[in-house]
């Protein structure tokens, strides 16, 4: 059986994609070997200067938001999305985006309801004083200049 919701989730968090950067790493394979353990995607900017090239190893953390709960879908609830691909994507950059936005749910465990009904969901977030839901996915975005996997 599915964990419950609220077993996954985290009152007063919102769901980010973040991790430290470090720079001098000369390339998004150097970056993409650092991404271990824990680490979701990554994302590496180049530049002209060595120095000021930047790998940042990411994965899904709970920020402190009040008036929110959010969660990981219940359905993979404690094993998260699988790590990052091997293929490095050039000019593109992971991201946690919001898949859809519904209005007028009463509570999160109906948020985290809609989160398992939903393909792409991996994560949601809801808003009591709005009663709101927001839908989330890892993804990529088109960023000149960045790699990821």
């Given at each position: 059986?599915?964990?419950?919701?609220?077993?996954?989730q985290?009152?007063?968090?919102?769901?980010?994609?973040?991790?430290?950067?470090?720079?001098?790493v000369?390339?998004?394979?150097?970056?993409?070997?650092?991404c271990?353990?824990?680490?979701?995607?990554w994302?590496w900017?180049?530049?002209?200067?060595v120095k000021?090239?930047?790998?940042?190893t990411?994965?899904?953390?709970?920020?402190?938001?009040?008036?929110?709960?959010?969660?990981?879908?219940?359905?993979?609830?404690?094993?998260?999305?699988?790590?990052?691909?091997?293929?490095?994507?050039?000019?593109?950059?992971?991201?946690?985006?919001?898949?859809?936005t519904i209005?007028?749910?009463?509570?999160?465990?109906?948020?985290?309801?809609?989160?398992?009904?939903?393909?792409?969901?991996?994560?949601?977030?809801?808003?009591?004083?709005?009663?709101?839901?927001?839908?989330?996915?890892?993804?990529?975005?088109?960023?000149?200049?960045?790699?990821?996997?």
């Amino acid at each position: 059986p599915a964990p419950t919701p609220s077993a996954c989730q985290q009152k007063n968090k919102i769901p980010a994609l973040s991790g430290p950067a470090k720079k001098k790493v000369k390339t998004a394979i150097a970056c993409q070997a650092l991404c271990t353990g824990t680490c979701m995607r990554w994302n590496w900017k180049t530049n002209r200067k060595v120095k000021k090239r930047t790998c940042y190893t990411l994965k899904v953390t709970f920020k402190t938001k009040k008036g929110y709960t959010s969660g990981e879908r219940a359905l993979s609830c404690g094993s998260g999305p699988g790590a990052a691909g091997t293929t490095i994507l050039k000019n593109k950059q992971s991201f946690l985006k919001t898949v859809k936005t519904i209005k007028k749910i009463s509570s999160a465990n109906k948020c985290s309801d809609k989160c398992n009904l939903n393909n792409s969901c991996q994560y949601y977030k809801w808003q009591a004083k709005k009663k709101t839901c927001w839908l989330m996915e890892l993804n990529y975005k088109t960023k000149k200049g960045f790699s990821t996997a």
